[in-house]
């Protein structure tokens, strides 16, 4: 349904949908049986996918096939001079191309007229811009937008921008992401938003039940998992004071491979294929809870759960994994200056040398909602007052608060792992 008094763009449509001799063409095919399959310029198309703009040349070598972006803004991403489009392309691999869908919280008004034919127009000029490129392999149009589903405004939204988008382009479907499966949001979804072709979800510690939830919820057609990895920050134990706890690499590692496995085995006909999350670095609730890298850009043992699956083989050089990070202080509250030991246990199949950066970091007072932006909490100086390689003496920073001890592991060959646990200083 379309809100009354609003066209669906000032800007004229194309005067011809025809394919682009540099454009590929992508289809969702149905069999007889129901069994649905991505077929990009006649071939079928598994996705092998990764969330990110960095790491090109790992993500392809490692058996993935596929980037997924946000915004139209990283595309123009250009080391090198080479824009990620024609990056993607050189190396093989194709995008799920990000138009990014407005969010309340961000002060989208759905409501607004002018708001609305600004955004319709935004996106049809991202669409003409680079539907010709033959990376190009799907729009995800809007990421986790809808909030808490209840506003039918924003599904109704959705479905212009759609149709917009289908005539700018018909030859790439679109795939909407939502956050979750919670408030029945699939169901409210498919009442008004029936251009759709793709349902993309956004899920971590459910995410080996998402077949059955959307079964559940009356969705029988093609969808992705756009986003999995560890267990999120909001479904851990905390701690007294509120901190979350953060899963070690041994248990990261089990949650990638069981969501992905579990939607290839039982979401087989519907399930296109996957996203990991995230194919780089990203500060939320902490700086390496959601990061397959290292800020400092070593690869983590997500990176080679990935290759495993993808590839069914080892990689190369294995990255070094922690299994355990032990202390009298983890999750304890403790006096300020008091001296503490720490151990780390890990395991190191390349059997090289390992470097091992011990350090003390205040707890995030910035933490944001929906994976937005946060600014990165200060490491605090003169804490590590010995460093034994797999154990340290930490002494407390003086100042009352909540702070993490972190462990960075790096190998010789590009790999790394880190874990952390809190705790709070008197």
Known sequence: MQPAGISPSSSPVSESSELAPSAS???????????????????????????????????????????????VDQLENSPEGKTLLDRSAKLGLNVML????????????????????????????????????????????????????????????????????????????????????????????????????????????GAQSVDQRLAEQGWARPYLLTEFGPVGHWEVEMTT???????????KVSTYDEAHRSQFERGRGLCLGTFCFIWGHKQETTETWFGMFLKTGEKTPMVDAMHRIWTGAEPEHRSPMITGLH???????????????????????DKGPLQFEWSVIAETHDRRSGGDVEATPPTIPGCVVENNGDRARIQLPDTSGAYRV??????????????????YVA
């Open 98 to 205: 990000g138009l990014w869908v407005v969010h309340q919280r961000h002060g989208a008004d759905y409501g607004d007229p002018k708001f609305l034919q600004q955004q319709r127009d935004r996106i049809r000029a991202s669409v003409r811009a680079y539907r010709d490129h033959p990376a190009v392999l799907l729009w995800g149009l809007g990421n986790e937008m809808e909030a808490d589903g209840e506003d039918p405004r924003i599904w109704q939204e959705l479905e212009v921008l759609a149709q917009i988008v289908k005539e700018e382009d018909p030859h790439h479907p679109i795939c909407t992401v939502l956050a979750g499966t919670g408030n029945e949001k699939v169901q409210r979804l498919q009442e008004h938003y029936t251009s759709l072709d793709i349902l993309g979800i956004n899920i971590y510690g």
């Open 25 to 71: 063409k992508v289809e969702l095919v149905e069999s007889d049986s129901g069994v649905w399959q991505l077929q990009r310029n006649s071939e079928p198309y598994t996705i092998r996918g990764a969330g990110g703009i960095d790491h090109l040349e790992l993500l392809q070598r490692s058996g993935g096939n596929t980037l997924r972006t946000w915004g």
């Open 406 to 423: 972190f462990i960075f592991l790096r190998d010789a060959h590009g790999g790394g792992s880190a874990a952390n646990f809190p705790f």
């Open 327 to 349: 202390s009298s202080l983890r999750e304890k509250v403790a006096d300020a200056a008091s001296v503490h030991e720490v151990e780390v246990t890990y395991t190191n199949l």
């Open 241 to 251: 004071w509120g901190a979350p706890i953060e899963p070690i690499s041994a248990d």
